[in-house]
């Protein structure tokens, strides 16, 4: 069985670029999260999906970072414009529901310039 | 805002001594995660806490869940060197989702 794909898996952009990621989670997975990791800290959520819907995104920044859900597949998640301090690791993951274990894709690592 | 301590943040033990890390958070949750990532690595999910009194097992690992202390505990018998990795645990209260600060253990022979 696949497990989640994330591309791509590196990027380097100049601030004030935008910058989308993509994650196709597990077959039949319905949650799917969005997490930030810089070096040496945890993941911090940033948008969970129930289907479709984000049921949770208080962490996401609004002003600069989008995310989307069709379908209830596969997801995108977007910044524009980046800024210097979005240099991270943006890690995606999925479960069968919410409570269920969580896989995890390989990350992409975003680096700003 | 719920807040997740781990403790300890490092961890250097000889292979085969037992140790215990610690989870505290600061509100209500009866869901609780633990993780381990590799240098460089993703994350890989090791349990899954769903209720007061759980306790989980898997090879030398075991996991504990006390929600009324609000702690949950992961437990290393006999460690060796494939457990050197950083440990999270993350609460889930239903509307806020946040992983704590880490525990990175090195097991040395």
């Known amino acids: 069985e696949a497990g989640v794909v994330q591309s791509p898996r590196y990027k380097i952009i100049e601030k004030k670029q935008p910058v989308a990621f993509w994650c196709n989670p597990i077959s039949g997975h319905n949650t799917l999260y969005w997490y930030l990791q810089n070096l040496g800290q945890g993941p911090e959520l940033l948008i969970r999906?129930?289907?479709?819907?984000?049921?949770?995104d208080s962490q996401l920044p609004k002003d600069r970072f989008s995310a989307e859900r069709l379908k209830g597949v596969d997801s995108t998640l977007k910044i524009q414009p980046a800024e210097l301090g979005d240099s991270a690791v943006y890690l995606c993951?999925?479960?069968?529901?919410?409570?269920?274990?969580?896989?995890f894709g390989p990350g992409t690592r975003l680096t700003v310039l | 805002e719920l807040k997740v301590e781990q403790n300890p943040l490092f961890l250097s033990m000889q292979e085969g001594k037992n140790y215990t890390i610690y989870c505290n958070y600061s509100t209500t949750s009866d869901r609780l995660y633990w993780y381990r990532q590799d240098p460089g690595k993703s994350l890989e999910s090791l349990f899954v806490l769903l209720s007061n009194g759980a306790v989980k097992q898997e090879g030398r690992l075991m996991a504990s869940l006390d929600t009324k202390a609000r702690l949950s505990t992961l437990h290393i018998t006999a460690a060796v060197h494939d457990l050197s990795a950083t440990y999270f645990c993350?609460?889930?209260?239903?509307?806020?989702?946040?992983f704590g600060t880490g525990t990175s253990l090195t097991v040395i022979p």
């Open positions: 999906y129930e289907n479709e819907e984000a049921v949770d």
């Open positions: 993350a609460v889930d209260t239903g509307n806020q989702f946040y």
């Open positions: 993951a999925s479960s069968f529901t919410s409570v269920d274990t969580q896989y």
